[in-house]
């Protein structure tokens, strides 16, 4: 059995938690612990409640500013880019940026304006200016050196004591992982059914997977809706039916389900993930920026999703049509697993009690399972 300092260490871990684990946290803490027979081996469950309590204690609270309300003349078709980005991959997220980018060419018929924040989680931001500099100094308009993950980098430098941008200055910003394929995509199309939706939360459909396991077919029924909104033809997408078959990370319960829907423009829902959200900025400021419950440790946001839009939906009398997925501008999720989240060794135990004390303080507002509530149609 277990030795006394092991028992020990769970007693500590248990008294610790607050509000107490629930059965499935508690499970993998006995795992954790049993796992291995050095120190190492026991203090890994007491470090994910250190680091969750450690960063919770400690987080400044930002409150709303009440008279900021979105500016909808002065601010349509202007995209803040927000995305956290590693030297390693540096090749790929340009070419994601330089397609974004197309849509604000001059030659389009309805251009947008679009601004991009590069993060530089791993500190290497000069060998983007040895490789690019000429690129980089035109097209990235902002950017930082910082570590963390994206939600916290973007609440830091988006709204807290490092702010640089004025984010009500823009309709949308796009909250981006550097694994993001998006050279199918017709953004125009994406940011026109945002705002038909009218959410105050919205993410391109999605399949995650490397790309062998999936196609493009201009041929899809759901290219007729997906068309260039330059009148340059469709633009290739996703082809559904395959890509919704397999291809999601293994534990991905929502994955079917961000999936395109194929006979559907956009549906309003009451779930939508983290990795490549679009916010209004009031909802970005009033969701991020607004306390702790939402976000209950730096170093995990597993919970946000499952509140966020039940919490910006709480004081309309139009509650289902707060968060919407955009099925006919599909996207595809690499799964790079480039982030250092990846390498915290206590990182699911910290995700679960994580995901538990946004539960425990908002449970009223808790989306599971998550539930469609409309399909606007295709045709």
């Known amino acids: 059995g277990p030795s006394v300092g092991r028992v020990a260490v769970v007693l500590w871990v248990l008294a610790l938690a607050r509000p107490p684990l629930d059965g499935d946290a508690l499970q993998l803490i006995q795992r954790t612990v049993r796992s291995g027979s050095s120190h190492a081996s026991t203090t890994l469950a007491a470090d994910a409640v250190a680091d969750l309590d450690s960063s919770y204690s400690s987080l400044p609270t930002l409150q709303r500013d009440a008279s900021v309300e979105d500016r909808h003349a002065s601010v349509e078709d202007r995209l803040l880019v927000f995305i956290p980005v590693g030297a390693a991959n540096r090749l790929f997220v340009r070419e994601s940026i330089d397609h974004i980018l197309s849509f604000q060419k001059r030659s389009n018929s309805r251009p947008l304006d679009i601004s991009f924040f590069l993060v530089h989680y791993d500190l290497k931001r000069p060998y983007w200016h040895k490789d690019w500099w000429p690129w980089y100094e035109r097209v990235v308009k902002y ?46 199309r994406m940011v026109d059914l945002a705002r038909e939706s009218r959410a105050s939360i919205v993410t391109p459909a999605f399949v995650s997977g490397d790309l062998s396991s999936s196609s493009t077919a201009k041929s899809s029924s759901a290219n007729k809706d997906a068309a260039s909104a330059d009148g340059k033809g469709p633009l290739p997408t996703i082809s559904m039916a395959r890509d919704r078959r397999g291809s ?23 779930f939508v993930e983290v990795s490549f959200p679009l916010l209004k900025p009031a909802a970005f400021r009033e969701i991020i920026g607004g306390g702790q419950d ?73 989306a599971q399972p998550a539930r469609e509530y409309a399909c606007i149609p295709a045709h």
């Open 248 to 270: 999601c990370q293994a534990g991905e319960s929502h994955c079917t389900f961000q999936a395109p829907h194929e006979m559907c423009k956009y549906r309003y829902v009451n």
């Open 143 to 188: 950017s930082a050196q910082k570590q963390g993950l994206k939600v916290w980098l973007a609440k830091d430098l988006l709204l807290g004591g490092q702010a640089q941008v004025p984010i009500d200055d823009f309709e949308y910003i796009w909250l981006l992982d550097e694994d993001a394929k998006v050279s199918g995509m017709d953004v125009r």
């Open 294 to 366: 939402c976000l209950q440790s730096n170093r995990s946001v597993w919970g946000l999703d499952h509140v966020w839009c039940s919490v910006m939906a709480s004081n309309s009398t139009e509650r289902a049509k707060f968060c919407s997925i955009l099925d006919a501008v599909p996207m595809i999720h690499r799964n790079y697993h480039t982030l250092p989240k990846y390498t915290n060794g206590n990182i699911k135990l910290l995700n679960r009690l994580t995901k538990q004390r946004v539960k425990a303080s908002l449970r009223s507002f808790w």
